[in-house]
Each structure stands twice: as structure tokens, then as C-alpha cells.
């Protein structure tokens, strides 16, 4: 295993947090930050550091990774390049409103660039084998559903692409003229749809109050967001319906994802699967 690199806390700044720890800004130098995840968290930063210098290798636009880090009380990290004066897509939608379309579209061309970049599939996880290990370890769907879930997920065509894995609208940030995606330890390869459900999930499917939470704007905001977004990732002479209704399983399947990081059912996602169980 790699040797963390003891660093002391005192000298950081808590700026954030998150499902799996939180973001720190260094109180002295502006160039660097940290990711320091929740305690008893070894191997998972670890593995994230790795998975985040073969995507920057490959040329993903996303910040720099630096080293793997432990402080004194046991939490380990990994430090990243600062990007200075950067902002999400749904802070910057939510500060500026007028300018949904704008922030919708250039998020909407980060995908589609992500998504027609090839991949070395040997060196990542297939999106498809994620998610069967999601159906397998989880609780609450009947076996009769993983078998029609599982149907599902084989039948869908494979691409030998990049997946972000998390693409969230936080996810994407921009200083100036420069844009990146963070938080890519779920990066995988394959069909495009299974990042694009995120998407959806997270501007139509989730509740007011977390998109307000989460997103800071209000559920409305968000779904013009999505509307401009569908628009312009897949061109505007297909009806919004339609893009929807080939969408909308795929964000259904988040609901393992939420599953397993909340341990509880979520029957208000599970709608979206209704199409296949």
C-alpha cells in the first residue's frame, strides 16, 4: 500500500462536506486543497487517488491529484490541486438565474465531450458490473425485480466510453474560461444514458427540499435547468417527452445507489422503474 503522508490538520481550513467526509482550503496556500474522508476510510482514498491520476492522464479535464494524506486523528485524504476562483453549475444557476440556459448548455457540452471519450475498458470498471453488485447486495427490491432489473441493465447497448459515474450538476465546475468535473471516484466506462440519469434524478425526481439543500436552487429552477440541458445535449428537434421517457429508467436505477448510502427503501424513485418492474 502506498504511504500516507502525515499532514497536520491545524493548518487547513474546513470548507465543505459531503456523503463521504469533507473539503478542506489550506490557511496559507491558495493552490491546494483537501478531500478528507470519514473515519475508518483507508483503502476508499487510496483507491480514489489512483482511479483520479489515470482519468487526469487521460486527459479528463478535472483538477490535479496531488497525495495521499493521513492527519492525526486517523482520517486519510488525498490533496488536489486548487482550482482558484472556481464555482459548480448549480451554484453559479443558482446565483444568477437568468442565466440558466448559458450555465445548462456548457454543462450540457462537457458531457457530450465526456461522453465520446473513449476508454482503455481494461483499466476501469464496466458500468454494467457496477450496478449487478448493487442489485446484488441490495435488500429491498424482490428477487423477481433484480431478475428484470438485471434483464434491463444486459440489454442496454455497451460503449466503450468515459462515465463520470456521479454527474451531478455540483459536479462541474468552471474558473473563467477553464472547466473541470470533480468527484470522479465512480468514474467507469459504458453507455452514456447510466450517467445521464443522474442528471435527471437530481433536477426532476428529487425532493424540493434537497435540491434547495443540496443544489441551492428551487425545485422550478432546477427542472428548467434540466429542460435546456435535454435540449442541448440531445439537440432540439426531439421532444422533451421522449427524452424523458428513455431516460427516466436510467435514473431509477440511481435509486440502489441511494439505497445503499441511506439503508432504506426509496419508493418515491422506485417510480421511475416502472417501465420495468
Not at 72 to 77: E, K, Q, T, V
Not at 175 to 196: K, M, V
Request: aromatic share 12%.
Amino acid at each position: 500500500m502506498e504511504q500516507a503522508i502525515k499532514i497536520d490538520l491545524n493548518d487547513w481550513v474546513l470548507s465543505g462536506g459531503g456523503a463521504n467526509g469533507e473539503s478542506y482550503e489550506h490557511r496559507t496556500d491558495p493552490t491546494v486543497m483537501l478531500k478528507l474522508y470519514h473515519p475508518g476510510a483507508i483503502q476508499q482514498p487510496l483507491d480514489e487517488m489512483h482511479l483520479a491520476r489515470k482519468v487526469y492522464d487521460m486527459g479528463i479535464p478535472t483538477p490535479e491529484p496531488g497525495d495521499y494524506v493521513v492527519t492525526a486523528d486517523g482520517r486519510y485524504g488525498i490533496r488536489f490541486r486548487r482550482i482558484i476562483g472556481k464555482k459548480s453549475y448549480s451554484r453559479a444557476t443558482g446565483d444568477e438565474p437568468d442565466k440558466v440556459a448559458q450555465f445548462a448548455s456548457e454543462f450540457a457540452g462537457m458531457c457530450r465531450q465526456l461522453h465520446a471519450t473513449h476508454v482503455d475498458t481494461t483499466q476501469f470498471e464496466n458500468v454494467k458490473d457496477r450496478y449487478y453488485r448493487l442489485l446484488e447486495q441490495n435488500p429491498f427490491f424482490t428477487n423477481a425485480d433484480k431478475d428484470k432489473l438485471t434483464r434491463f441493465i444486459a440489454d442496454v447497448p455497451d460503449e466503450d466510453t468515459a462515465i463520470h459515474g456521479d454527474l451531478q450538476y455540483s459536479n462541474a465546475i468552471f474558473a473563467g474560461n477553464d472547466r473541470y468535473f470533480i468527484d470522479l471516484g465512480d468514474f467507469c466506462w459504458g453507455n452514456h444514458l447510466f450517467d445521464l440519469g443522474m442528471v435527471y434524478l437530481c433536477c426532476c425526481l428529487s425532493r424540493e427540499e434537497f435540491i434547495e439543500e443540496t443544489f441551492h436552487m428551487p425545485k422550478s429552477l432546477a427542472i428548467r435547468f434540466w429542460q435546456f440541458f435535454a435540449g442541448e445535449y440531445f439537440g432540439h428537434g426531439i421532444p422533451l417527452s421522449e427524452i424523458e421517457e428513455m431516460i427516466r429508467p436510467f435514473a431509477g436505477l440511481k435509486t440502489l445507489i441511494v439505497e445503499r448510502d441511506t439503508r432504506r427503501p426509496m419508493p418515491e424513485l422506485r417510480e421511475a422503474l416502472s417501465t420495468i418492474i
